[in-house]
């Protein structure tokens, strides 16, 4: 990777997150060696990306042409493209090719083969992304801090993280997920506030709710925007700065002679004006927030956030392990969708079967070296997962809609599938010919071998069965019979009759 050079008309190339986010910016999410993921270059009117020495975001990858692509203001001054001039293997933006192309806010850029950048605009002030120090300072005081994040980005890691820093790290840390205060409002009043033995049809027992649990600690409710209509009335008036005791009232129990003292921290996947809460439990706990962000936009975190898991997995294991320079650079390259959970996952699974091996082999006290080739295997089986799902969502979206352009991407998943397997082809071959990046021909084909499937159900199918799925799929019906016929598989002679019938 370089750095800006003269007669760019660009900022100045920072790595700092902390100055970068709040300009629009690049983000390298992957290079063919590994190095420079992470960086961040800030753009201005137009930033040049290439392989020559006089860019402003420099490659070194023989695929990636001397002057690749500019990312450009438009002419309102407001917006960004990108375009490309010609250059030798392509450019590609969310895994279309793309000559001039708008970008949107974390659009992901991919120039040559191998290398990707995803194009930022600056974080909203009113919403900075969350540093080690913010959650530090907020494990300070006592007031309401609200995480806001994708899927695995680490939220409830950092909610158990405020609760040790913080004067209440001796007290009990209760999580208590949104989902879980649903059904009718006494069911929901006994998970929050508790209820005593016979208040209601299989209470046997007593039952202390969450808010009395997490007395002198911490409640951490998750999810708040999957809370019932019914919950949030509820937490409305038991988060109240001076609530009143017969609020906290169990069901069928007498009034508490004291208030339960506990901080609250909550959590949502999206910004609070995106998740649907009533407006007054917004103000209520939407105060100090905190922006959790995925490792899409910080690559740099994976190193350290993988050095712990790995040595959390190895204690537990009762091992040493350590990861290896090359295995670093290959967790770096690799996407993650699922954020901080999925690398946790890889990564204990990895020490966990790798210390069971140690153990079988009578090496009990041996050190766990783990590097890329141990790593590859538990890598390649994520990446295939991944590649299945996602090509199974393309295959159910084709045949749900209805239309030539649908019907005819469905074809070509099954014609690249045809081809690999026929052919050998690459999946760069596969990309040229269907006119789309390798990454998305890898997927499109995954998704026609999933036809194969599809269309053994299709064939099985009753009468009245097909002649519904035909109604509902017309324009698709017929490439049905085509892809039915190329890969050797024939519905029975009445419903093929109906399919020809309704197409």
């Not at 083969?113 to 002030?125: G, K, Q």
């Not at 956030?305 to 009762?318: C, I, K, Y």
């Not at 079967?353 to 295997?377: C, F, V, W």
Request: a positive charge; aromatic letters at 4%; proline letters at 5%.
């Amino acid at each position: 990777m370089g750095t800006s050079a003269p007669g760019n008309d660009t900022l100045p190339c920072q790595y700092d997150a902390s100055h970068v986010m709040a300009l629009p910016h690049l983000l390298v999410v992957s290079t063919r060696e590994g190095d420079g993921i992470g960086r961040r270059y800030a753009i201005g009117a137009t930033t040049v990306v290439g392989r020559g020495q006089d860019v402003a975001v420099q490659f070194d990858d023989e695929t990636v042409s001397r002057q690749h692509c500019t990312i450009e203001l438009d002419e309102n001054g407001r917006d960004y493209r990108l375009v490309d001039p010609g250059s030798a293997n392509g450019t590609w933006v969310n895994g279309r090719p793309a000559r001039t192309q708008p970008l949107a806010n974390g659009d992901l850029v991919q120039v040559g083969r191998w290398s990707c950048l995803r194009f930022l605009l600056p974080t909203s002030a009113e919403a900075p992304l969350a540093t080690q120090r913010d959650l530090e300072l907020a494990a300070l005081h006592d007031e309401v801090v609200c995480l806001i994040g994708p899927t695995g980005s680490g939220k409830t890691h950092s909610a158990t993280l405020l609760h040790t820093l913080s004067a209440r790290k001796k007290g009990p840390f209760v999580h208590l997920n949104g989902a879980d205060l649903a059904g009718d409002p006494n069911a929901i009043k006994s998970r929050l506030v508790g209820h005593r033995k016979g208040a209601y049809t299989g209470a046997t027992e007593d039952h202390v709710g969450a808010l009395f649990e997490a007395d002198g600690g911490t409640l951490y409710l998750d999810e708040l925007e999957s809370t019932s209509p019914e919950a949030q009335a509820q937490l409305l008036t038991l988060l109240d700065r001076k609530p009143s005791k017969s609020a906290f009232t169990p069901l069928k129990g007498s009034t508490p002679s004291r208030l339960p003292s506990f901080r609250l921290v909550v959590s949502m996947k999206c910004a609070p004006s995106q998740t649907g809460l009533r407006e007054d439990l917004l103000h209520r706990v939407a105060a100090d927030l905190l922006w959790l962000p995925s490792l899409a936009d910080t690559p740099e975190r994976i190193d350290p956030l993988a050095t712990r898991f790995v040595a959390e997995a190895a204690q537990r294991a009762g091992v040493t392990a350590e990861l290896s320079p090359d295995a670093r650079v290959a967790l770096r390259k690799e996407r993650w969708p699922g954020n901080v959970r999925q690398l946790e996952s890889v990564l204990t699974t990895l020490v966990a079967r790798s210390a069971a091996g140690l153990k079988l082999s009578r090496q009990p006290g041996a050190r766990l070296n783990i590097d890329a080739e141990t790593l590859r295997p538990y890598l390649s089986a994520r990446r295939e997962r991944a590649v299945q799902a996602a090509a199974k969502r393309q295959s159910d979206r084709s045949l749900k809609q209805v239309g030539p352009t649908s019907a005819q991407r469905w074809v070509t998943c099954g014609d690249l599938a045809l081809r690999r397997e026929r052919d050998h082809a690459s999946w760069e071959e596969l990309g040229r010919a269907a006119n789309v990046s390798p990454h998305t021909a890898r997927s499109m084909a995954a998704a026609g071998m999933l036809q194969r499937a599809e269309l053994e159900r299709i064939s099985k199918m009753d009468s009245a069965s097909l002649t519904r799925f035909a109604a509902e799929h017309r324009t698709v019906v017929k490439h049905v019979l085509a892809r039915a016929a190329e890969l050797g598989l024939s519905a029975g002679t009445h419903e093929n009759a109906t399919l020809k019938h309704q197409a």
